[in-house]
């Protein structure tokens, strides 16, 4: 038999333990949701409240059962604990049969391992018999005799005088080896003099302690026990014995500390995880101070972690990731902390430096470990990494959060340096780079100076080859650097008020070109990017309305304006007031980037947006990866679903364009349509422009056709994996047998019961069986070593793959020609919505 299954068994019988403990404990064991909740309770205390089951005292509600007088006590113990904090609280309950008994129970907060909830855990006793004899507590040879808890009486002076088996069962200590013992025979030494000094206040002033102590018995193990003494006094109040009753705790305390160690450490790698890094950093910075010797807190990124995630799959990575943070661990001194924050981000804190040059080779030995060949499951992978490293103290007073941001904006400028080294964070500099080189300003007096410009890329409608508008896009035109993408200066006034004078400038830039454009015989609408700061500012409604009254010529409907998805999550209240109030007098919104950000059913559906463009990421490989075809598709459903137009960008090729309206979305633009260009050339593109011939022919694909799309671009994905293996990269190839691959158990299936008396359909199965026979024969070559000679047929399998995707589109638009899909020839898809 292995270790691993003594292990599962051990682990399993410590469970059937735990579990017959609580079950048989005679005090009640019980755990609490936030809401106040009954979500477990052992036998005793259901029997306390006098019902049957955990759902009854539901139907009723826990504190129901609890005298009025003792509800707020109640309530407030309930909302200490899920602060974090534990509690003991006596009070009087009545059962559903009219019992009353009071209790006294031990509240600490612990955390639900999935969801990370905090619970309450109490742990309640049947104190009646002590407070209605609290005075004149005698022995009760039968309680005492039989009582499962472990009890210990002593005299005035602390000795020993009797115990109970159940003592000798949780001490190991024989009743005739303790009498006449004080009860410090038992002392763990984890508990200091000052917590016995409190305990004997307590007794002395109240009568009674109650709480949880750390013991030692007879065979050295530790354990931990509730406790509770209380003092039994003569008629002149004279104590005369001290009374112990106590019970094992040490599973309900292993069990807690696992939980306090899933919250506190990183489930993957066992490094610290964002919480204990950031409770240990605040130390460290504390004991800076005191020492006077500085600490480096360093940012570090993989570099290549995600090509190896990808190529390999999460396992390989996982695995990856836990033997890089192992040799990067080796490293470090103890007493230094590393953690991961997540994904492929770690963070060292380096404490106790001579000065800032000592850092340094701990800096080297981290990259080099970072770097370091690991072998993963037979696989040789390696990676690199970025990192930032702030100091502290250094310069201005920071916090923790503010030393990481620095540590991490390092980092970035290490990426931007070529990636596998360290960049040191320099406060002086930390303005400048922060700002993206340009100075808020420079960029206000380029506003000043007329050094913006706006470009226009058109925006088209595939099937019928009309152009129908614009997107207006701002340049810097600097006068040093060229023309300037927004990227290079944009994210500098992000959160200054700038923005909203460079945003309304591009607004009334785009009004003043609409009337160009009319006066010279083009109706053309204009799109315009707004970000969150204009939006949300006060005036933004009544100020565009002046702008719009400022050009009588231009239509509202002529200027749609368009938000970033997330942009407009930041207040959904406010924007969607903002959007309506704009509709009202005809000017429109756009979801830009629509996909990107949260994408909830629910924003869309309280977003009062005209159309949602569809980021260009997800544009740009759905030819080649079904994962951003099914998310494009996925989109468009939702579109159609809130009636809502949508618009492509990243549009390059005629085969997007084709998959696109095939789709069931005309509106696209991108530089495979055109370019962004000045204002001037936009009137002869328009005139100008042609709508490849094949889109007009192209029907709408009905959704039970879909799978004819997804299949080829499957097929593109299959043959791009086969090229990667022949070229020498890793990839792991779908199966070979054409009847176990995607479209192989679709030709079986689900397409023969469709398609199976279709000629084109026909001609599929043997051009894939085709193509299967050719990899296979290639990928022999490349195991006999004749990787050269199998790389030089590659052209055989893209004339296969050709033919076999081109049936594909024959039997695609064969099919929808025949289907119940919407005709595009009267203006709109099952995508487009009507006006």
């Not at 050339?681 to 422009?689: T, Y």
């Not at 070979?736 to 397409?751: A, F, N, V």
Request: proline share 5%; hydrophobic share 40%; charged share 25%.
């Amino acid at each position: 038999m292995t270790s691993e299954s003594h292990t599962e068994r051990a682990l399993r019988r410590s469970e059937r333990w735990l579990r017959a403990i609580i079950e048989n404990e005679p005090e009640c064991v019980k755990v609490v949701a936030p809401g106040g909740e009954l979500l477990e309770m052992n036998p005793s205390g259901l029997a306390m409240l006098e019902v049957e089951s955990v759902a009854e005292v539901n139907s009723y509600g826990l504190i129901r059962f609890v005298l009025p007088e003792y509800r707020p006590a109640f309530a407030a113990l309930h909302r200490r604990v899920m602060g974090g904090e534990s509690g003991l609280l006596e009070f009087e309950i009545v059962g559903l049969r009219g019992a009353h008994r009071w209790l006294e129970t031990h509240a600490v907060p612990i955390v639900e391992p999935d969801s990370q909830t905090p619970l309450l855990l109490g742990i309640t006793r049947d104190i009646t018999e002590r407070k209605q004899a609290e005075r004149g507590l005698s022995l009760a040879a039968s309680v005492f005799t039989h009582s499962r808890e472990s009890i210990t009486i002593t005299d005035a002076k602390g000795t020993i005088i009797e115990v109970n088996e159940a003592f000798t069962r949780l001490t190991g200590y024989a009743r005739e080896e303790v009498l006449g013992k004080n009860p410090r025979i038992l002392s763990s030494g984890r508990q200091s003099r000052e917590f016995y000094a409190d305990m004997w206040a307590d007794l002395i002033e109240k009568g009674y302690w109650y709480g949880e102590i750390w013991n030692r018995r007879k065979n050295g193990e530790m354990y931990a026990q509730m406790l509770t003494i209380s003092a039994v006094r003569d008629a002149q109040g004279q104590t005369q014995q001290y009374v112990a009753l106590s019970s094992d705790i040490t599973a309900l305390k292993e069990h807690g500390q696992k939980l306090e160690y899933i919250a506190h450490y990183d489930a993957l790698t066992t490094l610290p995880n964002r919480v204990l890094l950031a409770d240990r950093l605040q130390q460290a910075m504390t004991l800076t101070l005191r020492r006077e010797q500085p600490l480096a807190v360093a940012y570090l990124d993989l570099d290549g972690f995600k090509t190896v995630n990808d190529r390999y799959g999460h396992q390989t990575g996982d695995q990856l990731l836990v033997a890089v943070a192992a040799a990067m661990k080796e490293v470090l001194r103890e007493g230094d902390t590393l953690a991961r924050l997540g994904g492929d981000e770690f963070v060292a804190v380096l404490v106790d430096l001579e000065n800032v040059e000592a850092a340094l080779p701990i800096l080297d030995r981290l990259l080099a470990a970072a770097s370091r060949p690991m072998n993963v499951e037979g696989l040789e992978l390696q990676v690199s990494a970025s990192l930032g490293v702030a100091f502290y103290p250094e310069g201005k007073e920071v916090d923790a959060d503010q030393l990481l941001r620095q540590a991490d904006q390092a980092m970035y400028q290490a990426k931007l340096a070529g990636k596998n080294r360290y960049h040191l964070f320099d406060a002086v500099q930390d303005s400048s780079i922060r700002s993206h080189h340009e100075s808020v300003d420079r960029i206000r007096r380029a506003l000043g100076d007329r050094e913006f410009v706006l470009r226009y890329q058109p925006r088209v409608d595939l099937f019928s080859g009309r152009v129908v508008g614009a997107e207006a896009l701002i340049r810097w035109r600097h006068p040093d650097r060229g023309l300037l993408l927004p990227a290079m200066f944009l994210s500098t006034i992000e959160e200054h008020p700038l923005a909203v004078e460079v945003g309304e400038w591009v607004i009334e830039s785009a009004l003043r070109q609409i009337e160009v454009w009319q006066a010279g015989g083009l109706d053309l609408p204009v799109s315009v990017n707004v970000g969150a700061r204009q939006l949300q500012q006060a005036g933004f409604v009544e100020r565009l309305r002046n702008m719009l009254a400022a050009h009588p010529l231009v239509r509202p409907s002529d200027l749609e304006l368009e938000v970033l998805e997330t942009s407009a999550l930041q207040d959904l209240v406010r924007i969607s007031s903002v959007i309506a109030a704009c509709g009202e007098f005809g000017v429109t919104f756009t979801l830009d980037d629509f996909g990107t950000g949260y994408s909830s059913l629910t924003y869309l559906k309280r977003l009062p947006v005209a159309r949602l463009k569809i980021d260009q990421s997800f544009v740009r490989d759905m030819l080649e990866d079904p994962d951003d075809l099914a998310i494009l598709e996925g989109v468009l459903g939702m579109a159609a679903a809130f009636r809502r137009e949508v618009v492509a960008e990243g549009v390059e090729t005629p085969e997007q364009g084709a998959m696109l309206l095939q789709l069931g979305c005309r509106r696209a633009q991108g530089f495979g349509i055109a370019p962004p260009m000045p204002p001037h050339e936009v009137p002869a593109w328009a005139a100008a422009w042609r709508a490849d011939p094949s889109w007009g022919r192209l029907p709408a694909v009905n959704r039970d056709d879909l799978p004819l799309l997804f299949a080829s671009a499957r097929h593109r994905a299959w043959i791009g994996l086969v090229e990667g293996h022949l070229s020498g990269g890793k990839e792991a190839l779908p199966p070979l047998d054409h009847h176990q691959c995607h479209i192989g158990r679709w030709l079986d299936g689900k397409g023969l019961a469709r398609y199976g008396g279709h000629p084109a359909f026909q001609a599929i199965g043997p051009l894939h069986r085709d193509a299967h026979a050719l990899v296979t024969e290639l990928l022999s070559l490349e195991s006999q070593g004749r990787s050269p000679e199998a790389r030089a047929r590659l052209g055989e399998l893209h004339a296969i793959a050709e033919r076999l995707i081109g049936q594909f589109g024959v039997l695609c638009r064969e099919a929808g020609a025949g289907s119940s899909a919407p005709a595009r020839g009267l203006g709109r898809s099952r995508h487009e919505p009507a006006s």
